[in-house]
């Protein structure tokens, strides 16, 4: 795996009208890395996405891919990014919108295109808006893959799918992501559907980056500690408490911690699973983010 | 881009195509029918036949000036704010292609093929109106007739599909964009129609009281007043006491013996193309500027 970054944003903002959509965020993604970008709805996940490909220009920082900033026509090229709704030519047959991409796009691969659909059993003389829901979904990531990105940018691409689609789509995503070098970022707000194929996390929450590492560290990284409510502030004065509940005898704390660190053994201690572990994160917005953790670090802070 | 272009509004251009030819149609075979039917016939004669034939379809063309409000309801204005609408903007501006590439071409392609389709109109109806020779001035003389030919013609249709497109372009809604088309373009077609008379300094025709008034043919009028007796123009109001008391038979012959006479303004048919080519170019100046806030608007970097 090189170590060059596939997508970078740095101090990276966007207001409309007053409202910050976007702010302060600061983030790198690894060049052949596939990437789940969580949140909750409105936390500015649509929004860094149409940063990174350029339909929006930031309003503070910036934001740029394999190094060139982006939004030029030059890395454009690299990057395909499949919209939220995956909207298409409804008027246009499946072969007009493979024609679409080819007259568009100078790296375009007809063939795969086409073996991709006859592989699904979609015709190319149907007409898009004739598809099912499913089908267009196929036919808009076959688009955004036969473009040959580099980097590959999908805003909910599993939304609106049934639970079969969504699994045909996630798995032709990694079929495609094994056969050739290229960075997946996909922006989800259901945890359990990435759980398989993604390997580095980036949660957004009201606008900020709250988390963005590799899953596999994050996982390690932290600790779910069930214990004696009397116990729970020794604990959280000591380490990052990510999350703290607490009833009248029983308390829960996610807590950031290697399998190395020992623990009072009256707590019962486990690993986490992805999914609590961005519960817990959305659910304490003001909970550390590791960026600014590690900006904290660099300027001698808290 | 071009094959996006034309694909995507293909069936504009085929209806619109479809309809220019079949209208090409009738004009050609009415002409043929008007030019058999006046064989032989000269002056005063020709011209009442030609008259005879020819108003009907007059009547028709009577209502082509708002012909180009269609042209930017369904060419104009869903350039832009279809894409908008449909979000397949973020589809189309993530290929390869630059945003500016992308609208330029669009807005281009189809303003040179609305050109060439309000031309080709123009053309036809040019044709048309010459048969037989002896009514040709009514291209100058009748409104909507000089609307629908010539180059002006062709300025129209261009003009409509440049204010849809920008105002697909601002409102990036379907609906409002058209509403907005159609209402800008009516108060433009009234704005030009009620001031084409200052393209050019009209002649001027003094003409004694008594004598019938004998104007150029088809010439079109921009205003007259009295002429008193030390050849001044003076108003309607300078000259209602003067032979108030005469009546309807005498009042002219009264106002004669006062020393009175008119003048006349007014353009003649032989000024057509100066006519044409001003309006023409009016509405080409007008499309541009529309056409750059549709290019401003449409590549705006952000866009949600």
Known sequence: ?????????????????????????????????????????????????????????????????????????????????????????????????????????????????????????????????????????????????????????????????????????????????????????????VVPDLKDTCDWLIVLNGGRVQLSGDIEELIAGHRLLTGPVSLADGVAGRLDTVDDRRTDRQATLLVRAGPGEVFDPRWTVRGVELEELVVAYLRSPDSTALPRLTLAGVLGGN | MYWMTLRQHRMQLLVTLGLLAAFGVVLLVHGIGTASATEGLTGHALEEALGSRQDVLLAVIGWFPVLPALIGVFWGAPVLSREYERGTHLLAWTQSVSRRRWVLTKLGVLALLVTLAGLALGLMVDAWIGVGGARVEQRFGDTAVFTTSGVAAAGWWLFAFMLGASAGALFRRLLPAMAVTIAVFVVALWLFMVNRGEYATPERFVSDITAPMAFPEGSVPAGGAWLDDRGVEVSDDAVAGVCADEGRDTYLPCMAEEGYRTVNYLHRADQYWRFQWTEAGLLLGAALVLGGVGYHRGTRASVR
């Not at chain 1, 970078?8 to 966007?14: F, I, M, V």
């Not at chain 1, 596939?34 to 940063?51: D, E, F, I, M, R």
């Not at chain 1, 375009?108 to 808006?129: F, M, Y």
Request: hydrophobic residues 45%.
């Open chain 1, 1 to 189: 795996m090189t170590a060059s970054t596939a997508l970078t944003a740095t101090g990276l903002g966007k207001r409309y009208r007053g409202n910050w959509a976007l702010k302060d965020c600061s983030l790198a993604v690894p060049a052949g890395r596939v990437a789940a970008l969580v949140g909750p709805n409105g936390a500015g996940k649509t929004t860094l996405l149409h940063l990174a490909t350029g339909l929006l220009t930031p309003t503070s920082g910036s934001v740029s891919v394999f190094g060139e900033p982006a939004g030029r026509n030059a890395t454009l090229a690299r990057v395909a990014f499949l919209a939220q709704d995956k909207p298409l030519y409804d008027g246009f047959t499946v072969a007009d919108m493979l024609r679409f991409g080819r007259h568009l796009n100078p790296r375009w691969d007809d063939d795969s295109a086409r073996t991709r659909l006859a592989a699904l059993g979609i015709p190319l003389d149907r007409k898009v808006g004739a598809l099912s829901g499913g089908q267009q979904a196929q036919v808009a990531l076959t688009v955004a893959l036969a473009k040959r990105p580099e980097l590959l940018l999908l805003d909910e691409p599993l939304a609106n799918l049934d639970p079969l689609a969504r699994h045909e789509v996630m798995r032709d995503l990694m079929v495609a992501v094994a056969e050739r070098e290229m960075t997946v970022v996909l922006s989800s707000h």
